[in-house]
């Protein structure tokens, strides 16, 4: 097959028989054996027309591998590096290596196109990313901004929101501290007030109690004043004389017989203040009144009206017609009252007697006793 193809390389060099016996020459060494022919198996001495593959390193016969004289002397003479020889076999793979290179060539430069692409994807979509991530920290700062100052606006407006409530609970608090305190002071000074009427309407009830008291006290007082000097005489027998001053003449008359005769009591008609009878005169007929009237006699000194009433007992050893006679203190109601429950209380005191004694009151209105005595035979 005949070779000698060319091809540039800059690593290799072509290697004859005769350019190494030429290389050999010249350090003075004659005879070299190179190896086997790749293809006869015979050694490829150095006065053969020898040649060396590129590739596999194996030595081959000029002819065994069909290089013609001419080829090999050009092959022997290049000098440049520009012609390479591969055997048979490493032609055949050489091809293939060299299609497997385009190969692999077009494949890295497809790969460093998709890469290209690739980065290029990727450059896009990193400054996509980029782009969105200063976006969005715009958007953040926006945002935080946005918040930043929506807080400033909630806390002021809770703020304010917290000072008029406090305000207002404040003003809430002192109006009803304040309606607490009227109102409070009000019915405080209702009530003292009240208290105060009402202590001032019982001091006036108990004043006016007491007023009355005194008052009747005291008409009680001149009522007995007045009747102190006073008697009072029963079934004392009544003039049928016709005119009132007769009737009282004879009244007085009688009466001054009675104190001076009877009781013996040392009294004038100057001592006599006044002669008179207490009700009625039954006027319906001229005919005498069947029952008398009493008689009041008013003393002008209490001790002739003390010695009359004290000489009373006289009357029993007086005659018929004085004997008869009952004589009594002139009393308030309020000492007949008196008189008259001492008189219930003698009653009471005497019935739980054996029999011997009797029980009698004695004494002048205010100063009135109970007295025992032995019961007469
Ligand atoms: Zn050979
Ligand atoms: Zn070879």
Same mark, same amino acid.
């Given at each position: 097959?005949?070779?000698?193809?060319?091809?540039?390389?800059?690593?290799?060099?072509?290697?004859?028989?005769?350019?190494?016996?030429?290389?050999? *020459?010249?350090?003075? $060494?004659?005879?070299?054996?190179?190896?086997?022919? &790749?293809?006869?198996?015979?050694?490829?001495?150095?006065?053969?027309?020898?040649?060396?593959?590129?590739?596999?390193?194996?030595?081959?016969?000029?002819?065994?591998?069909?290089?013609?004289?001419?080829?090999?002397?050009?092959?022997?003479?290049?000098?440049?590096?520009?012609?390479?020889?591969?055997?048979?076999?490493?032609?055949?793979?050489?091809?293939?290596?060299?299609?497997?290179?385009?190969?692999?060539?077009?494949?890295?430069?497809?790969?460093?196109?998709?890469?290209?692409?690739?980065?290029?994807?990727?450059?896009?979509?990193?400054?996509?990313?980029?782009?969105?991530?200063?976006?969005?920290?715009?958007?953040?700062?926006?945002?935080?901004?946005?918040?930043?100052?929506?807080?400033?606006?909630? #806390?002021?407006?809770?703020?304010?929101?917290?000072?008029?409530?406090?305000?207002?609970?404040?003003?809430?608090?002192?109006?009803?501290?304040?309606?607490?305190?009227?109102?409070? #002071?009000?019915?405080?000074?209702?009530?003292?007030?009240? $208290?105060?009427?009402?202590?001032?309407?019982?001091?006036?009830?108990?004043?006016?109690?007491?007023?009355?008291?005194?008052?009747?006290?005291?008409?009680?007082?001149?009522?007995?004043?007045? *009747?102190?000097?006073?008697?009072?005489?029963?079934?004392?027998?009544?003039?049928?004389?016709?005119?009132?001053?007769?009737? &009282?003449?004879?009244?007085?008359?009688?009466?001054?017989?009675?104190?001076?005769?009877?009781?013996?009591?040392?009294?004038?008609?100057?001592?006599? &203040?006044?002669?008179?009878?207490?009700?009625?005169?039954?006027?319906?007929?001229?005919?005498?009144?069947?029952?008398?009237?009493?008689?009041?006699?008013? #003393?002008?000194?209490?001790?002739?009206?003390?010695?009359?009433?004290?000489?009373?007992?006289?009357?029993?050893?007086?005659?018929?017609?004085?004997?008869?006679?009952?004589?009594?203190?002139?009393?308030?109601?309020?000492?007949?009252?008196?008189?008259?429950?001492?008189?219930?209380?003698?009653?009471? &005191?005497?019935?739980?007697?054996?029999?011997?004694?009797?029980?009698?009151?004695?004494?002048?209105?205010?100063?009135? $006793?109970?007295?025992?005595?032995?019961?007469?035979?």
């Amino acid at each position: 097959m005949a070779t000698g193809q060319v091809r540039k390389s800059s690593v290799t060099e072509i290697k004859t028989a005769e350019s190494k016996k030429q290389k050999f *020459r010249q350090a003075g $060494k004659n005879t070299v054996k190179y190896g086997d022919c &790749k293809v006869c198996e015979s050694s490829v001495e150095a006065d053969d027309k020898g040649i060396e593959c590129e590739i596999c390193k194996q030595w081959s016969h000029a002819n065994c591998v069909d290089i013609e004289d001419n080829e090999y002397e050009v092959l022997t003479t290049h000098q440049k590096g520009t012609i390479h020889w591969y055997c048979d076999d490493c032609n055949a793979k050489s091809v293939e290596m060299v299609r497997l290179v385009f190969n692999i060539q077009e494949r890295m430069l497809k790969s460093e196109k998709e890469t290209e692409n690739l980065r290029n994807e990727t450059k896009a979509k990193f400054e996509k990313i980029e782009a969105d991530y200063d976006a969005m920290k715009a958007d953040i700062r926006t945002l935080n901004k946005k918040i930043d100052e929506g807080l400033q606006r909630c #806390f002021e407006d809770s703020d304010k929101l917290v000072k008029s409530t406090q305000k207002q609970t404040i003003n809430e608090i002192k109006e009803e501290i304040n309606e607490a305190k009227t109102s409070s #002071f009000a019915e405080i000074m209702k009530q003292e007030l009240e $208290k105060s009427l009402d202590g001032m309407a019982n001091e006036i009830e108990t004043v006016k109690v007491t007023l009355n008291e005194t008052k009747t006290d005291a008409a009680e007082a001149r009522d007995r004043e007045n *009747r102190r000097n006073n008697i009072i005489i029963y079934r004392f027998r009544e003039s049928d004389a016709h005119s009132t001053e007769e009737r &009282k003449k004879q009244d007085t008359d009688a009466c001054l017989e009675l104190i001076c005769n009877t009781l013996e009591v040392d009294c004038r008609p100057e001592d006599i &203040k006044q002669v008179i009878r207490l009700g009625q005169r039954d006027r319906e007929t001229n005919e005498r009144q069947t029952s008398s009237r009493p008689i009041l006699i008013e #003393f002008r000194s209490y001790t002739t009206k003390n010695q009359v009433m004290e000489s009373l007992y006289k009357l029993r050893n007086a005659n018929a017609h004085f004997r008869q006679l009952s004589v009594t203190h002139d009393m308030t109601k309020m000492e007949r009252s008196e008189i008259q429950k001492k008189v219930e209380e003698a009653k009471q &005191k005497e019935s739980e007697e054996t029999g011997e004694f009797i029980w009698r009151v004695r004494g002048a209105p205010g100063s009135l $006793k109970l007295v025992r005595l032995r019961k007469r035979q």
